[in-house]
């Protein structure tokens, strides 16, 4: 905990110090701007510094602002920066001061008349030095506060302070020289920090070793190289400017590199969220700095003469393009704390504004109790029991229009939960989760796929695992509003994903329960039916054979007497003894197990032989039976006495439901992983309304049909490791499917 409040207080204490040398140089530079001014702001060693206006009286006498140093004032000696504006400040306005410069190895007297400076002078130049320095104080503080321990959010911080600094003690160093040796010393070490936010940005590069070695190395170089500068300025300042020029060169380069590093991490981003990111602070960082840089070049290296204020004037740009990144695009993942943050200071607001207004209405009307302590007291009351509703209801709709992502997960996450846990149908699982992600977090469209690829873009793809076990793919678009992902977001994704894992691995066992109770309620059926097979067979066949036997006899004592009438009665009865026979002997067969034999089977030459077995009946009854022939051998690993009777039974029924002049089809192909046999008439169809029980034991439309023969069929495909199914029915005809694994 000790450790924990060290983190927040330390950016807190960082920004007080920051802040109040800020203030402290804002402070002195408004009043140096409103005494009389030589006309020109000049270094403590006498260099001339480029920062001001083109009116001003310097710029107007033509002094050498880029590389000029003064070295004597009304033909005495130059003695100091902090001499030349006292000197200035007590002449009349208006008055020619002498000032001697020497410039590019000359010396040459410029008279310049002392000039009054005021608010308009103050921000046109110092302005936008303070403002663009508080903008990065702000920046570095904020990004301590929010994810002290992000490499980002360091690296962001340290270049802030450091060009923050720069550009305080840089006007402190032509005014005022409170600072007058820490001003060098920032403003060297710039270059360092822009590569350490170069190397960590928006994601880190190289090891941690390399970055930290060449964030040392560069820090060090640079601080010796600040070091230096800030002792020559003053007995060596031809020296001390070679640093200078040293410096903003490596400003230059390192802030082209941070550019070109930026622009990479837009185009080649490892994904949608840091892409986004990066091109956020690349267009800030490229309006900021890139002409600077440029400027800085030739104004240091080609020796081009031109006011510098104007340089600073797009540098808030970066610390804004930054600000946006956090705020809209959670640049450092740090989105919930930023929206209770601005929720809670949004909803204190308010509620201070409805105090204040009360208290001064209160006053107006001079009631009896006001502005008294009891009547404050009583408004204080109210508005603390009313500022937690005040907030939930600022807290929604600054998520809503501003963040556009949920305010409590959790309630959804539970919400979530309670509804897929009710659920056991593995679709209707899918079309749940799929719609609360997609209400929770207002996007364009959300699914949960099959592990297959997406065929269109998406936004994020969320595995639905279950202890390893990938049952799906959770998806979405866009959100409707543009905004992006936040950590939130990413975490609600992953916790729905994770319930909805949970729910379609509890519909799995459902449904793998139902079909072990379907089995067992098959297998103790079958057993039913094998029992009574064997009961009826004991019970019924011995006395039905008598039967047949006594009237077998009868029938050629008829014949013999010639009482045909007698003899055809008879034949009648023999004949419904063999019907009832063959029923028992089918309910033998059915109940007793399948024992295939496996071997390989020829699927089209199987097919050829059913077709040739059948053809004798098929004419009889006026019908055609086609096959169909692939270009290569289908083979299966079957029972080929099984598979024959499975399809002698397809096509027999399909040849009894088929008129005069019609057709039977055997077509079969081959799959990735299995053979398909069809059987097609173009028989009447089977009924809609009993479709789904043609398989039911004992059930038939045909007045002389048992009800056993495609319970039969299923029973010996299934035992084959195969699957039938009645695939279309209707007025056009009937088309069974058969389903045989391939071999291997």
């Known amino acids: 905990m000790r450790r924990l409040s060290m983190v927040y207080v330390a950016p807190v204490l960082l920004g007080v110090i920051l802040f109040g040398v800020l203030a402290l140089v804002a402070r002195d530079t408004y009043v140096h701007f409103e005494r009389p001014s030589p006309g ?18 310097g710029a107007q006498a033509g002094m050498p602002l880029n590389g000029g140093r003064i070295v004597g004032v009304d033909g005495g000696d130059f003695v100091s920066g902090h ?7 007590e002449r009349p306005l208006g008055e020619t001061i002498l000032y001697r410069v020497r410039f ?35 920046i570095a503080i904020l990004a301590l506060l929010l994810r002290p321990d992000h490499p980002s959010a360091r690296a962001l911080a340290f270049v802030m302070v450091l060009l923050g600094l720069t550009l305080a003690l840089g006007l402190d160093h032509v005014v005022t020289f409170r600072f007058t040796k820490l001003y060098p010393i920032a403003e060297a070490m710039v270059p360092a920090g822009i590569l350490a936010l170069t190397l960590t940005f928006p994601v880190p590069r190289f090891t941690i070793r390399v970055r930290w070695l060449g964030i040392a190395f560069a820090s060090g170089a640079t601080l010796v190289m600040g070091v230096l500068g800030a002792a020559w300025e003053v007995n060596a300042p031809d020296r001390a400017r070679g640093i200078t020029n040293a410096v903003f060169v490596l400003w230059a380069l390192t802030a082209l590199a941070m550019l070109v590093s930026f622009g990479h991490a837009t185009i080649y981003g490892r994904s949608e969220s840091d892409r986004l990111k990066a091109g956020v602070v690349f267009s800030g960082a490229l309006i900021s700095f890139l002409l600077p840089a440029v400027a800085l070049v030739a104004f240091f290296l080609l020796g081009w003469d031109f006011s510098t204020s104007w340089l600073t004037a797009l540098i808030f740009l970066f610390p804004v393009s930054v600000l946006y990144a956090v705020v809209r695009h959670d640049l450092f993942e740090a989105e919930r704390f930023i929206r209770l943050t601005v929720g809670y200071g949004v909803a204190t607001a308010g509620v201070v504004l409805v105090y204040a207004t009360l208290l001064t209405i209160l006053e107006r009307m001079a009631l009896p109790l006001s502005p008294g302590a ?5 408004l204080l009351v109210g508005l603390a029991l009313a500022f937690d509703p005040v907030r939930r209801s600022v807290q929604r709709s600054i998520d809503r229009v501003f963040f556009r992502s949920v305010e409590a997960p959790e309630r959804v996450l539970e919400e979530a939960g309670i509804e897929l846990a009710s659920l056991t149908d593995e679709g209707a699982i899918r079309e749940t989760l799929a719609e609360r992600v997609r209400a929770a977090l207002n996007l364009e469209w959300a699914n949960v796929r099959d592990t297959e690829p997406s065929e269109r873009p998406v936004s994020f793809s969320e595995p639905v695992n279950f202890q390893g076990e990938q049952l799906g793919v959770l998806e979405g678009g866009r959100k409707l509003t543009g905004a992006p992902f936040a950590a939130a977001d990413r975490e609600l994704i992953r916790g729905l994903a994770a319930q909805g894992a949970l729910a379609l691995q509890n519909a799995h066992s459902i449904d793998g329960l139902r079909r072990a109770q379907a ?32 009237a077998q006899i009868a029938q050629e004592q008829a014949t013999a007497a010639s009482q045909s009438p007698v003899a055809e009665t008879l034949e009648g009865v023999l004949s419904e003894a063999d019907r009832l026979d063959q029923r028992i002997r089918s309910l033998l067969d059915f109940s007793r197990p399948v024992e295939p ?3 390989q089977v020829d699927v089209g030459e199987l097919i050829e032989r059913v077709a040739r077995t059948l053809s004798r009946s098929a004419e009889r009854r006026g019908v055609r039976i086609l096959t169909t022939q692939q270009p290569s051998p289908s083979y299966v690993v079957s029972d ?44 009447s169809g ?59």
């Not at 020109?40 to 009286?57: D, E, H, K, R, T």
């Not at 309620?521 to 019924?540: D, K, Y």
């Not at 789904?692 to 059930?699: A, I, K, N, Q, S």
């Open 40 to 57: 020109f702001l000049v270094y403590q060693n006498g260099q001339l510094s480029a920062i001001g206006g083109p009116s001003w009286s």
């Open 83 to 89: 001499a030349v504006y006292r000197h200035a400040a």
């Open 104 to 138: 590019a190895g000359e010396e040459r007297d410029f008279a310049v008349p002392t000039m009054a400076t005021g608010s308009a002078d103050f921000w046109l130049t110092a302005g936008n030095y303070l403002s663009n320095a508080a903008f990065c104080f702000a």
């Open 374 to 378: 009891a009547t404050s007291f009583i």
């Open 519 to 550: 089995e067992l309620l098959r297998t103790q059926r079958l057993a039913v039916i094998g029992e009574f097979a064997g009961a009826v067979a004991h019970g019924m066949r011995n006395p039905l054979a008598g039967i047949r036997a006594t």
């Open 597 to 599: 034999r496996p071997k």
């Open 640 to 683: 080929l006495d099984y598979l024959e009777e499975t399809l002698l039974e397809l096509v027999g029924n399909a040849l009894r439901a088929t008129e005069t002049g019609g057709e039977v089809r055997l077509e079969h192909g081959r799959g990735d992983d299995q053979v398909v046999i069809r059987v097609r008439d173009d028989g």
């Open 686 to 744: 089977i009924p809609e309304a009993v479709q789904d029980r043609v398989f039911d034991l004992f059930f038939t439309t045909r007045p002389d049909g048992t009800g056993l023969g495609l319970p039969s069929v299923r029973k010996i495909v299934e035992m084959l490791g195969g699957s039938i199914e009645l695939e279309s029915s209707g007025p056009g005809g009937t088309c069974f499917r058969v389903e045989l694994p391939l071999e291997v």
